[in-house]
């Protein structure tokens, strides 16, 4: 099945004009106010939630940045010396949605800051660029300020936020690297497993969600394939490729499956427990351009220019593929797909037990919806700077509109309970949703 798309239209007639404050009812109307009340009552809550209140202001600087993981909300800030290699900047945390102040953290890199994870409230992971040798850096840091309790020349990989468990690739020459499992609040090392520079490792793609990977898979160069628990090192499986991988080879691990594909020549499937070979086929399954997802009970591939592609883990067969979409998220037991690289992005929903796409419309996904099976959808427009936001229904298409704002700059964020945005004057705006 090619192409298969079924327009859904724009936002259905009965939406919430805006979540922004409406003049009082006229005093006559106050019987239908309350005939509203009672049929939603006596509906259960069938519609949508009602739209939420007036945004929590935060004052911050044009070149703040900021993160937003769960219901945490981290605002980065430099604080001096500016113009140096060495810069320290402060990390201030607020819970969402009640914007209250959690702590400060402080972090003196020779560099960038990019992202940081947190372990608790009290311990930030903050990962960073060192501008004069472009490596990456990591260090574990105190809520307080005070010096880091551990950092590294390294890449965060996995990072399991109840034990504290942290995979990172640790760079030790140009040719060579290490893979370590540590515990983020000492930085003890609990297992190492060295990577020459031809050797590729890779791990399952759903661990990019889950926080830390169940399993490592590493291809030698002469044809090797060795699995290792993520968490304790160990050994649990092997098997050999039929030839040593070439420059073209890549590996990819989703939906149960080490996936090995040498070019366009030829593409083996193997169980990620046993490393039994599941199935083998001539021609390329899962091009370069491209992430694999495991979208129960298929894999979806989207990327740039080849589109979106949905291939039976089964066989290996693809089933369906559709042009123009190059993200693809899961959400549930739909995928959300997206054309990211077009001027004006366009939303689907697939649906991959059907192969079938749906058009939302020109919305961008925002995550998770606050019920199964919805998607937190907004849409910003360049001219004017207005945003619209609302719920999508995976099943039906439908489209709740929630809320309006203007002079929003764009870099909005969805949180468990909260919408947060960067307005024209560097200030966030946070919505309680």
Same mark, same amino acid.
């Given at each position: 099945?090619?192409?298969?798309?079924?327009?859904?239209?724009?936002?259905?007639?009965?939406?919430?004009?805006?979540?922004?404050?409406?003049?009082?009812?006229?005093?006559?109307?106050?019987?239908?106010?309350?005939?509203?009340?009672?049929?939603?009552?006596?509906?259960?809550? !069938?519609?949508?939630? +009602?739209?939420?209140?007036?945004?929590?202001?935060?004052?911050?600087?044009?070149?703040?940045?900021?993160?937003?993981?769960?219901?945490?909300?981290?605002?980065?800030?430099?604080?001096?010396?500016?113009?140096?290699?060495?810069?320290?900047?402060?990390?201030?945390?607020?819970?969402?949605?009640?914007?209250?102040?959690?702590?400060?953290?402080?972090?003196?890199?020779?560099?960038?800051?990019?992202?940081?994870?947190?372990?608790?409230?009290?311990?930030?992971?903050?990962?960073?660029?060192?501008?004069?040798?472009?490596?990456?850096?990591?260090?574990?840091?105190?809520?307080?300020?005070?010096?880091?309790?551990?950092?590294?020349?390294?890449?965060?990989?996995?990072?399991?936020?109840?034990?504290?468990?942290?995979?990172?690739?640790?760079?030790?020459?140009?040719?060579?690297?290490?893979?370590?499992?540590?515990?983020?609040?000492?930085?003890?090392?609990?297992?190492?497993?060295?990577? +020459?520079?031809?050797?590729?490792?890779?791990?399952?793609?759903?661990?990019?969600?889950?926080?830390?990977?169940?399993?490592?898979?590493?291809?030698?160069?002469?044809?090797?394939?060795?699995?290792?628990?993520?968490?304790?090192?160990?050994?649990?499986?092997?098997?050999?490729?039929?030839?040593?991988?070439?420059?073209?080879?890549? !590996?990819?691990?989703?939906?149960?499956?080490?996936?090995?594909?040498?070019?366009?020549?030829?593409?083996?499937?193997?169980?990620?427990?046993?490393?039994?070979?599941?199935?083998?086929?001539?021609?390329?399954?899962? %091009?370069?351009?491209?992430? %694999?997802?495991?979208?129960?009970?298929?894999?979806?591939?989207?990327?740039?220019?080849?589109?979106?592609?949905?291939?039976?883990?089964?066989?290996?067969?693809?089933?369906?593929?559709?042009?123009?979409?190059?993200?693809?998220?899961?959400?549930?037991?739909?995928?959300?797909?997206?054309?990211?690289?077009?001027?004006?992005?366009?939303?689907?929903?697939?649906?991959?037990?059907?192969?079938?796409?749906?058009?939302?419309?020109?919305?961008?996904?925002?995550? %998770?919806?606050?019920?199964?099976?919805?998607?937190?959808?907004?849409?910003?427009?360049?001219?004017?700077?207005?945003?619209?936001?609302?719920?999508?229904?995976?099943?039906?298409?439908?489209?709740?509109?929630?809320?309006? !704002?203007?002079?929003?700059?764009?870099?909005?964020?969805?949180?468990?309970?909260?919408?947060?945005?960067?307005?024209?004057?560097?200030?966030?705006?946070?919505?309680?949703?």
């Amino acid at each position: 099945m090619r192409d298969a798309l079924i327009d859904l239209g724009e936002v259905p007639s009965g939406e919430p004009e805006s979540a922004l404050p409406r003049p009082p009812l006229p005093a006559y109307r106050w019987i239908l106010g309350l005939l509203t009340v009672v049929l939603a009552a006596l509906l259960g809550g !069938a519609g949508p939630p +009602p739209p939420s209140t007036d945004p929590v202001f935060l004052p911050i600087n044009l070149g703040d940045r900021i993160q937003v993981a769960g219901d945490r909300l981290y605002v980065a800030g430099l604080v001096g010396p500016i113009g140096t290699v060495m810069r320290t900047y402060a990390i201030r945390a607020y819970q969402l949605p009640e914007v209250t102040p959690l702590g400060e953290f402080q972090a003196t890199v020779p560099g960038d800051i990019f992202t940081f994870s947190a372990i608790g409230d009290d311990l930030l992971l903050v990962a960073f660029n060192d501008v004069q040798s472009s490596d990456s850096g990591l260090m574990a840091v105190r809520v307080g300020g005070g010096e880091p309790l551990w950092r590294r020349t390294a890449s965060l990989y996995g990072l399991d936020q109840q034990s504290g468990l942290t995979l990172i690739q640790e760079n030790v020459t140009s040719d060579r690297s290490v893979w370590r499992a540590l515990d983020a609040r000492t930085g003890a090392v609990h297992w190492s497993l060295e990577q +020459p520079g031809s050797d590729q490792v890779t791990m399952s793609t759903g661990s990019y969600w889950a926080g830390y990977p169940a399993r490592l898979f590493s291809v030698r160069d002469d044809g090797l394939i060795e699995v290792r628990d993520g968490r304790t090192g160990t050994l649990t499986a092997t098997a050999r490729l039929p030839r040593p991988p070439g420059p073209d080879f890549v !590996a990819w691990a989703t939906a149960g499956l080490l996936v090995a594909g040498y070019g366009t020549e030829e593409t083996i499937a193997y169980d990620e427990l046993t490393m039994a070979e599941r199935w083998r086929r001539s021609g390329e399954v899962l %091009p370069d351009a491209g992430f %694999p997802q495991d979208c129960g009970p298929m894999i979806c591939l989207a990327g740039f220019p080849s589109g979106l592609s949905v291939v039976d883990p089964a066989t290996g067969r693809e089933v369906a593929h559709s042009d123009g979409f190059d993200t693809a998220e899961v959400i549930g037991d739909r995928v959300l797909v997206a054309q990211a690289s077009q001027t004006q992005p366009e939303l689907a929903v697939l649906d991959p037990r059907t192969g079938r796409t749906a058009i939302a419309g020109p919305w961008a996904s925002g995550g %998770p919806g606050p019920k199964p099976g919805t998607a937190w959808i907004y849409r910003h427009q360049a001219v004017g700077y207005a945003l619209r936001y609302g719920i999508l229904d995976l099943a039906t298409g439908r489209v709740w509109l929630r809320g309006r !704002a203007e002079r929003i700059a764009g870099d909005c964020r969805f949180s468990t309970d909260a919408l947060v945005c960067r307005r024209l004057d560097s200030s966030i705006a946070i919505w309680r949703l």
